[in-house]
């Protein structure tokens, strides 16, 4: 084996890759739950009312017989039916409206997935499928602790639709146990480890710390784990090793964020499309990547959907910083402190809409607060022009007054939400450094504009503001306490706001372990 860093294929910037088209992404429909408070209108599937499903997150399609099929992850209702996963279908073909039909019990609430001799509990769910010859398999992670979010993937099959399943094999402990799956045929792609119908599975290891892999098995052979073969890089010539060890497989690019993610094939634009949630602490959102070949090389990554710029938070998103200016209620009950996030991208290729120069694909992904699943739509090709951002301009007079003397993370922001001033201690909780931020408004951290309308009320009332919010950061919670106060000119207006926050997170997991342990 060569070094692995020789192996692994880099990202590429340039337009000789799709591109996403500036502004195009947008909310299409809330596909679950009953009610959609951003349109004010009862949901197109009901599935509260018509099948006990109040609301779930995921959405991993499944092209089978004709159906489109959709696996979903934890859903919250009492009883036998506690954060199991249900599984729904649909045959339309319009992507504004997909009516959801789930498979049932006969008491005519959704039947979960129950794969025998594993567990199925919360953070337990079905991360991939796919249908090979009428027959259905999905790959299934199991074994969550505190310590390990995914502890193992396995791989199990229905021949009756998705209603019961047989357990085949543990797919991984490493590098696959997020996937996706698809099947190409004979001679499609030259580079393959095998002369039959392959199908293609692309993996991430570690939850939402993790780089992509890609492995192929043959079609026929895919209840058999052994013959399993791993991408392990790149020879000279780009010609591709593939290797029967899992430990060989090598990253496509380098991104460790990684979590839930999808790739389809686009015809429209003869490349492969991938799209991953990264929960990172700067530039958070829904990355987009594109290349010629499964194994790249792979384009630079694009955001094409962020909570903070693409119309998240306030529309369909529940943000705590706007729950006192936006009427409609999009929080769910006494879970108003937890903001909502982004994760669960899965392309559904059926609906993807376009031409050589533009491709609207369109993909479900989650929103956490409120807990359900969306349809969304996107642009992606060759725009005539990139359109940059507008250049911002800097106030360089920082204030003096309220420059911390306390190791707690403080930020001073200006009109407009300029980040005038952030100390130490906010740059280390971040992993930020000073030049990077105070240099570049683009590398703000996102989640240091979580206070931003809350800031400018702070500007219009001179009082200060004291609260508590939970963030979804990568693969848990963060709770801050933090207080906003005015800073104020020698004329007596407020010039600038600063924001106090601590980290008490590790605080208040506590006080939830012991409330647990209570009888």
Known sequence: MTNQSEEKTKAVPGAAFPQHFPNSTAKVCQLTGDFDAHLGKPTLSRTLERFGVPGTDLGNPVEHKGRLYFLFGDTGVLGRRWMRDPIAYTTSTDPERIK??????DDGLFRPITIPAIRHLAFEVPVGGISINDVM???FVTGYSKEKIMGRSVLAVSEDDGYTFEYLYELSQDKFL???MTEVAPGQIKGLPGSTNQVLIWGAGEYRRSNPYLAA?????????????YFAGADKSRKPRWSPSESDAVPLFDHPHIGE?????????RHWLMLYNSSYVDHRGVVFRSAKLPWGPWSDMEIIFSEFDSGGYGTFMHSPDLQETVGTKLSELKREYIWGHVYGPYMLRRYFRGDARKCTIYFTMSTWNPYQTVIMRADVGYPDQKVPRPPQERDERVPTSGTPTTTDCMLIFGRDNRLL???????DHMGMTQDRVMNDPSHVPDCWRLWTNRIARVFETGKPIRAEDAI???DRLIYLSFTLSPIYDPEGA???????YRDITEQREVEQEQQNRQP
């Not at 026929?220 to 013959?227: L, M, Y």
């Open 100 to 105: 959801l039909e789930f498979l049932a019990d």
């Open 494 to 500: 407020v010039s600038a706001v600063s924001v106090v």
């Open 137 to 139: 398999y999905i790959a």
């Open 178 to 180: 997020n996937v996706a």
């Open 421 to 427: 001033y952030a100390n130490q201690a906010a740059m």
């Open 472 to 474: 979804p950061i990568v």
């Open 217 to 229: 098995v043959s079609s026929e052979k895919i209840r058999d784990k052994n013959a399993i073969r």
């Open 261 to 269: 993610f999808s790739v389809a094939w686009c015809d429209q634009l």
